[in-house]
T-cell receptor, first 118, second 111 residues
Framework: GAVVSQHPSWVICKSGTSVKIECRSLDFQATTMFWYRQFPKQSLMLMATSNEGSKATYEQGVEKDKFLINHASLTLSTLTVTSAHPEDSSFYIC??????????????FGPGTRLLVL | SQKIEQNSEALNIQEGKTATLTCNYTNYSPAYLQWYRQDPGRGPVFLLLIRENEKEKRKERLKVTFDTTLKQSLFHITASQPADSATYLC??????????FGRGTSLIVHP
């Protein structure tokens, strides 16, 4: 089946630093990738939808200057948390789709990245 | 506003029994409904997709029903095993083709 990887799986950083998380589709080309964050015992909260070669579409309440998303190729999207603060500590998960924003598709999720900001 | 409800209380069952999880929704007309499994500290894994015009879908020990009148989906695992213990998420997808996830229900299968 389709595999999506994320790197790093764990990151601990000091407040004020920037953190980059990579999401790769290993054996397929992903027209659309999604970035989520998840707090303990909460649902996945969509942060942004990223289409290859175009600007990401951010959900309401998500600061685009804080969470920079780059979908430079059909197999790679990156999320950069700029000037991270303790409240940004969370579990960040990406997912990928083959046929972009078409209906009824499986989303292939990465294993997630745990971010802890001290 | 659109709302997806999954039982926040964990479902505890004995090995070998059938587990039934519920996903209710309001103010939503989904074209597709999906179920995912999520283990602690991991990303969700796709299990089943059902379309609005389908009543039931099966895959091995899994069965999903979709009642658009009741606005409800039921997810069944027959002959449950301890390895089935996980959190199960339902996700609804409408015209935007961007799914919205429920909070998930934790299933614990006791040996």
């Amino acid at each position: 089946g389709a595999v999506v990887s994320q790197h790093p799986s764990w990151v601990i950083c000091k407040s004020g630093t920037s953190v980059k998380i990579e999401c790769r589709s290993l054996d397929f080309q992903a027209t659309t990738m999604f970035w989520y964050r998840q707090f303990p015992k909460q649902s996945l909260m969509l942060m942004a939808t990223s289409n290859e070669g175009s600007k990401a579409t951010y959900e309401q309440g998500v600061e685009k200057d804080k969470f920079l998303i780059n979908h430079a190729s059909l197999t790679l999207s990156t999320l950069t948390v700029t000037s991270a603060h303790p409240e940004d500590s969370s579990f960040y998960i990406c997912s990928a789709r083959v046929r972009g924003l078409a209906g009824g598709q499986t989303q292939y999720f990465g294993p997630g990245t745990r971010l802890l900001v001290l | 506003s659109q709302k997806i409800e999954q039982n926040s209380e964990a479902l505890n069952i004995q090995e070998g029994k059938t587990a039934t999880l519920t996903c209710n929704y309001t103010n939503y007309s989904p074209a597709y409904l999906q179920w995912y499994r999520q283990d602690p500290g991991r990303g969700p894994v796709f299990l089943l997709l059902i379309r609005e015009n389908e009543k039931e879908k099966r895959k091995e020990r899994l069965k999903v029903t979709f009642d658009t009148t009741l606005k409800q989906s039921l997810f069944h695992i027959t002959a449950s095993q301890p390895a089935d213990s996980a959190t199960y998420l339902c996700a609804l997808e409408g015209g935007s083709y961007i799914p919205t996830f429920g909070r998930g229900t934790s299933l614990i299968v006791h040996p």
